[in-house]
């Protein structure tokens, strides 16, 4: 019989042997595998292709949507800026001449009228009756006259052409004889008659636009009461002072573009007239530094209203056969002067050199061709090389 193993079996861990982190490492593992199962679920159950192809579908286009325009060769007119109110061309306050109640009054504020037009009339009854009274005085005296100098030729018309002698004598003797007859003093009461009689009329001394109307019928008014104040409105001015060094490079009938906030930002070209400088002053403000410029503006639908706040760019100078673009299509990159030129659906960061600006557009004598597209709107984010779509090319 042999003898005994010397060597006793290992105990097995008894539950009391457990240790804390035995039941965290236990719980840790639980959850990773937990995770792993969520994660792999789609791709076992073939839900993660469905998925991929749903977002593929929903993305939205990485291409952004930009304006443009069309780099060409003009002449490049130079401007100066100044700014001012917008004023008819012509404007005339018209007042009553004669006392009264106001009797009649045919306009509103912005009626439209021709030159002769009535616009108001005051009571002027006795000066009817005295017009028909110088009138009727007026027929007896010249019938008196023609019976006592019917026989005598004085007041004949003369036949001769010539200036003669005879003939300024008899119209000396005619003009003594019609004074002396009373004849002159009937012809000159009925015109002052008449006088008296326009008087009490107010009349439209050109055609244009009614504003400010200041009297109501019944309404007494005294000679030399506002009635109403008349525009010329068809065209317009704006008066300017542009700076000394400016001024001496403006000519007459030089270009003037001039935009009227009024009727919307600088961005809307409906906001802007084309006009042309009327006048220059030739005499510069020595305090100032200026010297005044006025040009004269179109408006036949009326839609420029006088006192309205407008901006002008007054042409100084003309550069012939530039490439210019608006400067809205230049940015600045790292200190230097760049544009995008969207080619093949592409926009290509492009550095330039720029010369002269004026107004909104600049010179490029450098780094654009005649014919490129520019990206002059939705640019400002862009990097070197991205996706666009042209949404818009403006003239």
């Known amino acids: 019989m042999s003898a005994p193993s010397s060597a006793t079996p290992s105990p097995s861990p008894s539950p009391s042997s457990l240790r804390p982190w035995h039941l965290a490492g236990g719980l840790l593992a639980t959850a990773v595998l937990g995770l792993a199962l969520y994660g792999l679920w789609p791709v076992l159950t073939g839900q993660a292709q469905d998925e991929t192809a749903r977002e593929y579908v929903e993305a939205p286009s990485s291409e952004a949507a930009v304006t443009a325009v069309v780099a060409e060769r003009v002449d490049f007119p130079l401007r100066t800026q100044a700014s001012g109110r917008l004023t008819p061309w012509q404007e005339a306050r ?192 020595r305090d100032a530094g200026t010297g005044r410029v006025t040009i004269a503006v179109p408006n036949p639908d009326s839609r420029l209203v006088a006192g309205l706040y407008a901006e002008a760019h007054i042409e100084t100078r003309r550069l012939p056969d530039r490439l210019v673009v608006p400067d809205e299509a230049v940015l600045v990159r790292q200190g ?13 960061w492009t550095y330039v050199d720029v010369g002269a600006r004026s107004g909104d557009y600049v010179e490029i004598t450098d780094g654009v061709a005649p014919g490129d597209t520019v990206a002059v709107d939705g640019h400002f984010a862009l990097a070197h090389d991205p996706p666009v779509e042209v949404d818009h090319v403006r003239e």
């Not at 005295?130 to 100098?149: G, H, I, S, V």
């Not at 001394?205 to 109307?213: I, L, S």
């Not at 969207?342 to 926009?347: D, I, L, S, T």
């Open 94 to 285: 018209l007042h009553v001449e004669a006392d009264g109640p106001v009797i009649e009054r045919t306009v509103e504020e912005g009626d439209r009228v021709e030159a002769g037009d009535l616009l108001a009339r005051v009571q002027n009854k006795e000066e009817r009756i005295a017009l028909k009274e110088a009138r009727a005085n007026l027929l007896e005296a010249r019938a008196e006259y023609q019976a006592k100098y019917a026989n005598d030729d004085a007041g004949l018309p003369v036949r001769d052409t010539a200036n003669s002698g005879p003939a300024r004598q008899n119209d000396q003797r005619g003009a003594t004889q019609a004074a002396v007859s009373g004849l002159t003093g009937a012809r000159q009461a009925v015109e002052r008659a008449e006088l008296n009689l326009a008087r009490t009329r107010v009349t439209a001394p050109f055609a244009g636009r009614v504003a400010e109307v200041a009297v109501e019928e019944g309404q007494y008014v005294s000679g030399g009461a506002g009635v109403a104040t008349l525009l010329r409105d068809d065209r317009m001015k704006v008066e300017v002072d542009v700076l000394a060094s400016d001024v001496v490079h403006v000519e007459q009938d030089a270009t003037a573009r001039v935009h009227v906030p009024a009727l919307g930002p600088a961005t809307d070209s409906t906001a802007w007239v084309q006009g042309r400088v009327w006048s220059v002053n030739p005499m510069v403000d």
């Open 336 to 348: 230097r002067d760049l544009i995008f030129v969207v080619e093949g659906g592409r926009a290509q």
